[in-house]
């Protein structure tokens, strides 16, 4: 191995992922064993365990942990000059080290019992939905995320009677609506096949979300819009457009040493096809990580890269000079 592909001693290493046993852990776990590969003999990395929301960047940005992975990528730039649940504590110094592709919507779909169609609708017959959703606590980015779009788009189910099934996850979610206490989902992870079960079993309508809403949040808090197309769930006849919730954002800090940041970028790069493997029995546009992993695409990241980081794609012809 080049001697600039590894580090000369040992390190003791904190990154922050998933709850335990999704997609984060498992990035997490692939980085560990190449970095153990490529450093001293010495080095230990501890996984510590997260949401992957605004926790999971609090803690990298106070010092508490070295690396961790947030989703969707692009919310993490809040952290840079206070917006959102970072008012009043800046993270400035936040630096990435990569994005890992996943192709992902916040989705709002509705039983097709309600009688609902569009997001007029809702708001002009005052529909009392029960959404289930993820928490509104600052920390969850899909219930920050859900409400935020709700509000600015007119929306208030607690007002007419709705409200709110709770549940961090979209299994969760899931099982909220099947049980009835729930006849509106509002959730990401739209690749998994419990989405798809979802949509196979019942009669779903997929709610599309106006220009206005989705500009506004866009000016606040740098949220990006997407369009989900025709045919990607049963009964969705035409495509739509809703927050883009998609990729997974590997950041540091920028006092982290640029020779460690180099060589995580160039394990990430170099061994992409051993985190892949995980996935390939999973078509890549139902996979949890989209693959194959491009390293311009790792290079395109919604903060800026550190230096050591950026050194490596730009050796290699990922960055433009």
Not at 61 to 88: C, E
Request: hydrophobic residues 40%.
């Amino acid at each position: 191995m080049p001697d600039d592909a590894r580090l000369n001693r040992s390190v003791t290493l904190h990154f922050m992922g998933d709850p335990g046993r999704a997609n984060f852990h498992r990035i997490l776990g692939w980085m560990c064993d190449e970095l153990s590969n490529r450093s001293g003999p010495y080095t230990r990395v501890a996984i510590w365990n997260g949401l992957g929301f605004v926790d999971n960047v609090r803690e990298v940005g106070r010092g508490q942990k070295d690396l961790a992975i947030a989703t969707p990528a692009s919310f993490v730039n809040m952290a840079l000059d206070g917006r959102g649940p970072y008012a009043g504590e800046t993270f400035p110094n936040l630096r990435a080290i990569a994005t890992m592709p996943q192709y992902d919507r916040l989705v709002l779909a509705v039983d097709a019992s309600v009688g609902v169609r569009t997001l007029a609708d809702i708001r002009d017959r005052k529909i009392p939905l029960r959404i289930a959703t993820g928490t509104n606590d600052g920390i969850n980015h899909i219930g920050m995320a859900a409400h935020a779009l709700l509000k600015a788009s007119g929306i208030d189910v607690e007002a007419w009677g709705g409200g709110f099934a709770l549940g961090d996850w979209y299994p969760q979610a899931l099982g909220s609506l099947r049980s009835g206490s729930a006849n509106a989902l509002m959730q990401e992870a739209i690749m998994t096949p419990p989405w798809q079960d979802m949509a196979n079993e019942r009669d779903m309508v997929f709610i599309s979300f106006e220009d206005q809403p989705l500009e506004q949040l866009e000016r606040e808090y740098g949220w990006p819009r997407a369009t989900l197309q025709a045919g990607y769930f049963k009964g969705l006849e035409e495509p739509f457009q809703t927050l883009d919730f998609s990729d997974f954002l590997v950041f540091v800090r920028d006092d982290m040493p640029d020779d460690l940041a180099y060589v995580l970028a160039r394990l990430m790069v170099e061994t992409r096809d051993a985190i892949e493997a995980r996935y390939r029995h999973i078509p890549p546009e139902r996979s949890p990580l989209t693959y194959p992993i491009e390293p311009r695409k790792m290079a395109t990241t919604p903060i800026p890269l550190h230096p050591g980081a950026e050194r490596y794609y730009r050796s290699e012809g990922f960055l433009q000079l």
